[in-house]
């Protein structure tokens, strides 16, 4: 958006507008009466005097290809600020060569698989994208990101190595299989498996420095399932959302298995004659994909330090909010559609309230899990009471209809009556109320 339109969209969407404020204005406002506080305070800061200048170039690379999520890994714990900023980094080098279609596989093929190997060299950089890929950038001067790299603990070089090992390979395998002439994904398993090698293994690295740093409980590490959940979901999110872009680009990632219930084509889906039937492909996408989100719950709890809760928890919630924009909404076959910049904030800040400092919020998480409870045993017998209504109505309609007229027009009498009778008892209160308070009637 341009100024201009900026301007005219927050006039009309003032919240979001202070939404946006309430996160970035993090500091306090005193006077010699009162000191405002705004809702937002970062649990930590980065201490930009003591960064070296490859760091620096490392935080300014995270701005341009993290946006938004960049915030969240800018107020993580120190311990593990700069290695997060680093390994995401480096796994955003290899999704640039990956993505980019116009390197053919003999050219992405051993990049992809060595990557791992490019991080103890000094000085190796990647000039292999087209001009127009987004974050060629990054890897034009990736030096800097290497150099942070080899700075870094010993065990979180070999987390991340490892990861970026397996992520490379998943990447190369897949391309090797495009490259032959199936571009797409046919199955559910095929299709959860590519998402496993571009996300899930980002869950797995993230899991271990979160242990690794003493931050997340050590169990995390055994739970697969809950890990590979956290990557999936927000993978998935993203394949949905970038259908359009993706069919432009000539990519497919929607399984077969799914869209073939809807279209013979994957090309169909974009048809207009065909939108009944894309929105119901789409929905079971966006079902695929929640089957994640209790796994992501789960694997929010083991999680013991605010702002690595802050830093998974808030992708989640975009990522829910995404779905749910994404949900049988016909603009998903037209254009890239996202949350806007408002929303994105006000989740940031909702989902980054740290509640475990409240007296009381155990007592209140019992209590609405108390709600829950009810709310699901209630559940059946609504069910049934709802048909028994239905019933009811059914046996007596006949002899609603003969009444019809009648009731109406006495429900009609009926209802008037206590209008006017409200009506005058509002009246009196007003003018009693204004008597007692001594006001003046002024009738001339």
């Known amino acids: 958006m341009g100024l201009a339109s900026d301007s005219l969209y927050f006039a009309l969407h003032p919240n979001q507008l202070r939404m946006i404020v309430q996160w970035w204005v993090s500091t306090s406002i005193q006077n010699s009466l009162h000191t405002l506080k705004l809702r937002h305070s970062p649990l930590h800061e980065r201490n930009k005097k003591h960064e070296s200048a490859t760091a620096k170039v490392c935080f300014e690379f995270l701005d341009q290809t993290g946006r938004s999520f960049s915030s969240v ?10 290695p997060v900023c680093v390994f995401y980094l480096i796994l955003r080098g290899l999704d640039t060569i990956e993505d980019d279609t116009s390197i053919p596989l003999e050219t992405k093929e051993p990049p992809l698989r060595d990557f791992k ?13 087209r001009p127009e ?32 090992d397996k992520m490379g390979n998943g990447m190369a395998d897949f391309a090797r299989k ?43 590490t055994n739970h697969f399932q809950l890990y590979k959940s956290m990557g999936l979901l927000l993978q998935k999110n993203n394949i949905i959302r970038d259908v359009r872009e993706d069919h432009d680009d000539g ?56 702002s690595v809760f802050n830093f998974c928890a808030i992708p989640q919630s975009m990522a829910m909010a995404t779905l749910e924009l ?32 409240d007296p009381n919020f155990l007592k209140i998480s019992i209590a609405c899990e108390q709600v829950e409870r009810f709310a699901e045993a209630l559940a059946p017998q609504s069910v049934e009471l709802a048909k028994s209504k239905t019933k009811r109505k059914a046996l007596v309609a006949g002899e609603g209809r003969v009444q019809h007229q009648t009731g109406f027009n006495e429900e009609i009498w009926s209802t008037t009556g206590r209008v006017f009778a409200i009506s005058a008892v509002i009246s009196i209160l007003v003018v009693g109320a204004a008597w007692l308070m001594e006001a003046r009637f002024n009738l001339a």
Not at 153 to 162: F, G, R
């Open 133 to 164: 890929e987004k974050d060629r950038q990054l890897l034009v001067q990736f030096d800097n990101v290497i150099a942070e790299f080899r700075n870094m603990k010993p065990v979180y070089q070999a987390i991340i190595k490892d990861i970026t």
């Open 326 to 357: 994404c949900f049988r909404n016909p603009a998903l076959f037209e254009r890239n559609i996202k949350i806007t910049k408002g929303d994105a904030f006000q989740l940031m800040v909702e989902s980054s309230q740290d509640l475990e400092g």
């Open 117 to 129: 190997d490019y991080l103890e060299q000094d000085g190796w950089t990647f000039t292999g994208n």
């Open 251 to 306: 990519r497919r990632f929607w399984p077969k298995e799914i869209w073939s219930k809807s279209v013979d084509k994957f090309e169909d889906l974009f048809e207009p004659e065909n939108l009944e039937l894309a929105l119901n492909c789409s929905s079971e996408m966006v079902l695929n994909a929640l089957e994640h989100a209790s796994d992501c719950l789960s694997y929010l709890v083991g999680l013991r330090e605010q």
């Open 178 to 220: 495009a490259a032959f002439g199936d571009a797409g994904v046919n199955t559910v398993e095929e299709y959860d498996l590519y998402c496993w090698h571009v996300a899930g293994v980002v869950g797995e690295g993230l899991t271990r420095l979160f242990v690794e740093a003493g931050l997340g409980e050590a169990t995390l």
């Open 73 to 82: 890994v800018k107020e993580l714990h120190p311990e593990l600020l700069l």
